[in-house]
């Protein structure tokens, strides 16, 4: 049997993220940094934030769980990496 790492992070909700850049200038790039690994942040990897949307993820009922049919409204922020220049990959 596979070790196994029990990751459970404290996902932010609105009010800690409006907290967080309340000082912030309007004019201030957002970066995010993403794990290289579950929890791993030694290693993280720098994006910008380029876009946000309002989406509503939907869970549909199953063949094991015909009750099922959960939503959640949601702010998704969209990542990509930062300017420069990158190698074109075929």
């Known amino acids: 049997m596979a ?7 404290q996902v932010w909700n609105a ?11 309007d004019d201030t ?8 690994d579950p ?7 720098d994006f910008v934030l380029v876009n946000a949307e309002h989406v509503e993820n939907w869970w549909p009922a199953t063949s094991t769980s ?8 949601a702010l998704t922020l969209f990542a990509d990496w930062k300017a420069d220049e990158y190698d074109i990959l075929d």
Do not use: N, S, W
């Open 3 to 9: 070790d196994t790492f029990d990751h459970a992070p």
């Open 15 to 25: 009010a800690q993220l409006r907290e967080a850049i309340k000082d912030l200038p």
């Open 29 to 36: 790039p957002i970066h995010i940094g993403v794990a290289e």
């Open 39 to 45: 929890g791993d942040f030694d290693g993280y990897r």
């Open 66 to 73: 015909p009750e099922r049919a959960e939503t959640e409204k």
